[in-house]
């Protein structure tokens, strides 16, 4: 601590260099060509470089060039120039510390409050090594860049020196300079945006529906005019089918505990970070407690499905809980193991250590699963769902439906308002993910949360209406896949973005991603999905129980 540093050898004796195989030149030159960066950790703060962006101001005479400081993570592994590849093997760290005040006969304390690095790169012939691993770094910008031929052996040092430095950044603070983000007005944008589009939608959707429906449920109700009454058509002709249970009522009942058992976890770790208890100064917080959460919401997940289950007129309630709790955990884990195994094969640090996996499946069966099991057995002996109509014994056929009433332009239809919404936040999202930034505005991403669920809710409404008024009462699966339809949009995004944003080549990194965006798209369609069912239930019960059926 605050000891300096001028110029040091690292992994090797002063007088002997280090020589790089054939091979290892090749692989080394081959990162720097796809732009690797190297990542260093001191006193858990990750390593940055400075990048001085000059502005020039054109209001002054002389052109006063203003200095805007950002910050990159970690730092470039080398560059090239002119087909050349050049390593930086000399890192100048600068260390800030705070020094904390103390009484008179305490020692004071020392804390590292950023971490900086300025790489450089310097040939084996322009540095002067002397003993005990010291060097002395060549003057001013006569030397030259340390080279990597791909194709024969290189000889070089790899070198580093330490600086410190007293700053007035408190303990508490010092990870403001990694989370700062320079484009919070965009955010501030995008969020007002959604909202006006919401808000302005909310208007027309509830002019619309509450003024026809209750010109209908006027209509529906005379009992006047009996040659009306005959000639009756729209939602209320499928009152005795609209409540009939759906194929695979198990299957449906298993995805929507599911999505409900995200949802609960979503929206806890939301929350929670938006307070600012998850922040990235402690790494692999969040996924922790993504994990944890999701398995200990199996009893609210279990629970709903159970009661939906019974409302459906299920009767095997272990099987039930069974696949609500395997069937879309048993597929992301399934994913993640096979990614894994690639993973593992490269040799990757990135690669979840095998005991981590073991662990995870011990949580899943010991407390995901008898948690399912319990929330089930409740929900399946709770009363289920009142449905306000009688359901006929023998369902009445479907007349032939238009073209804009099938299922897949039902859900590009869907999709596109709630896509919208969060569109810009999704931006962000995927570039902390693949791009090596840190995402830390989770007051924005909660607020877009709730214009989710909004939309969502909005839009199952009107489809479910629009359905039910062309006579088709099947509503439950094709409800639950049209709400999700925003899922199909973020699909086709992370394909554009991988084309126009990623320079990724190679087979194993594009299948990770195209694993990792199946997991992120599955998750997403689940969430929506149960967002939408659930508002759509809710709207199709309560217009039932305003119409008097004889």
Known sequence: MNSEKKCEVLCNQSNKPITLTVEQSRLVAERITEEYYVHLIADNLPVATRLELYSSNRDSDDKKKEKDVQFEHGYRLGFTDVNKIYLHNHLSFILYYHREDMEEDQEHTYRVVRFEVIPQSIRLEDLKTGEKSSCTLPEGANSLPQEIDPTKENQLYFTYSVHWEESDIKWASRWDTYLTMSDVQIHWFSIINSVVVVF??????????????????????????????????GWKLVHGDVFRPPQYPMILSSLLGSGIQLFCMILIVIFVAMLGMLSPSSRGALMTTACFLFMFMGVFGGFSAGRLYRT?????????????????????????????CFIWGKHSSGAVPFPTMVALLCMWFGISLPLVYLGYYFGFRKQPYDNPVRTNQIPRQIPEQRWYMNRFVGILMAGILPFGAMFIELFFIFSAIWENQFYYLFGFLFLVFIILVVSCSQISIVMVYFQLCAEDYRWWWRNFLVSGGSAFYVLVYAIFYFVNKLDIVEFIPSLLYFGYTTLMVLSFWLLTGTIGFYAAYMFVRKIYAAVKID
Do not use: Q
């Open 200 to 233: 302005f939608l909310s208007g027309i959707l509830s002019m619309i529906i509450i003024r026809t429906l209750r010109k209908d449920i006027a209509n529906y109700n005379k009992e006047d005019d009996i040659e009306d009454t005959m000639e009756e058509s």
């Open 312 to 340: 459906l007129k299920g009767h095997r309630w272990k099987k039930g809980a069974f696949c609500t709790a395997t069937l879309y955990p048993g597929v992301v884990f399934g994913i993640c193991f096979v990614l894994n």
